[in-house]
């Protein structure tokens, strides 16, 4: 769904859990900017940690799929260049998650 959001500031409240937390990762889905709020700092902290980990996962999938796809172009002769940006930009986006949880755990 396209709401034309991106580069918006979105507040969300009750966002620790449930439809706050959904409605968040909606947003961020979209590209907006979240602040999100909720009684309890443990649980909002957990609920990040969370979604970090399940997106380092999502992006070592893709980066392992990338270098499959590029190393099979490569054994036939191909350059590859498609699978490269795939695989390039997989492995900067998991760089990217890697920085943030290692932030998190300080």
Not at 75 to 91: F, I, M, P, R, T
Request: hydrophobic share 50%; net charge positive; proline share 0%.
């Amino acid at each position: 769904m396209e709401l034309g959001l991106a580069g918006k500031a979105v507040v969300v409240t009750g966002g620790s859990r449930g439809i706050g937390l959904e409605t968040a990762r909606l947003f961020a889905r979209e590209g907006s900017r979240v602040l999100i709020a909720a009684r309890r700092e443990s649980a909002l902290a957990e609920a990040a940690a969370k979604d970090v980990a399940a997106r380092k996962k999502d992006a070592d999938k893709a980066a392992a799929a990338a270098e499959a796809a590029r190393d099979a172009a490569a054994s036939a002769g191909d350059k590859a260049s498609a699978a490269q940006v795939a695989a390039d930009a997989a492995a900067a986006e998991k760089q990217r998650l890697d920085r943030i949880a290692r932030e998190k755990a300080d």
